[in-house]
Nanobody, 122 residues
């Protein structure tokens, strides 16, 4: 099983980044996929999630209207489009997979990818 996140980097306040996560080694279309983020000294925070079909999406309040999560089951990929970035979005972002559903608790997830750093500054 592998989840490989990419797309992180530096962004200016108000700018955009698009994160991608490529999955392999499991039946991707059976899994809810989510993005979490983590800053030093803090627990991983749920950011956004998409159900197995892509039919439902969920967001933490601080990113609603700015971030969009989507998936492409044909390519085994999940995306996080991040717009209107704020300094508070600076974190390491992780993609995660959970069989059958999306929840906000990191401990519920079966597989985790390597993180990708997003740094937002002026």
């Amino acid at each position: 099983v592998q989840l490989q996140a990419s797309g992180g980097g530096l962004a200016q306040i108000g700018g955009s980044r698009r994160l991608s996560c490529t999955a392999s080694g499991f039946d991707f279309s059976d899994y809810g996929m989510s993005w979490f983020r983590q800053v030093p000294g803090a627990e991983r925070e749920f950011v956004a999630g998409v159900t197995w079909s892509g039919g439902s999406t969920y967001y933490t309040d601080s990113v609603k209207g700015r971030f969009t999560v989507s998936r492409d089951n044909a390519k085994n990929m999940v995306f996080l489009q991040m717009n209107s970035l704020e300094v508070g979005d600076t974190a390491v972002y992780f993609c995660a997979a959970q069989m059958g559903m999306v929840t906000r608790d990191a401990s519920d997830y079966d597989y985790w990818g390597s993180g990708t750093q997003v740094t937002v500054s002026s």
